[in-house]
């Protein structure tokens, strides 16, 4: 994912734009993780597509949504992998916020930071949330 984010903002800030059929090293490594990223993405469909009622959730309802202008339903695997994309980072994006959101809060106001420590570490006594420190 991070050599995606990477390119398309290369992309977005270069003064040179190659052709993507100009086979530049950044051009082969970011086929390699589209390729990578679509393997997984097609993977969670294609699991979805064999165990359909075992989801509950969004993912779940659009292969069977209906186009309100065609009367036509069902998504292909390409239109799938674009809105899981989109959904992906969306969510990306805003989690992003939110982190900076509080790190420049955190910074601001270090009375605040002792305060959510404490109480994440309330809630991890609790065993209702467990931080994790370690690398796994």
Request: net charge positive.
């Amino acid at each position: 994912m991070g050599v995606l984010l990477e390119y398309a903002y290369y992309r977005i800030v270069s003064p040179v734009k190659l052709p993507e059929y100009v086979l530049t090293p950044g051009e082969l490594c970011l086929r390699k993780a589209r390729r990578e990223f679509d393997n997984l993405i097609y993977g969670i469909i294609a699991k979805r597509k064999q165990h359909p009622s075992h989801y509950n959730d969004l993912l779940g309802m659009l292969p069977a949504s209906i186009d309100e202008d065609t009367n036509t339903g069902g998504m292909t695997e390409e239109q799938l992998r674009d809105e899981i994309i989109t959904l992906f980072m969306a969510g990306h994006e805003k989690s992003a916020h939110a982190l900076c959101g509080n790190s420049t809060c955190w910074h601001k106001a270090p009375k605040r930071r002792y305060v959510c420590v404490k109480r994440l570490h309330a809630l991890r006594a609790d065993n209702l949330f467990v931080l994790s420190t370690s690398a796994s």
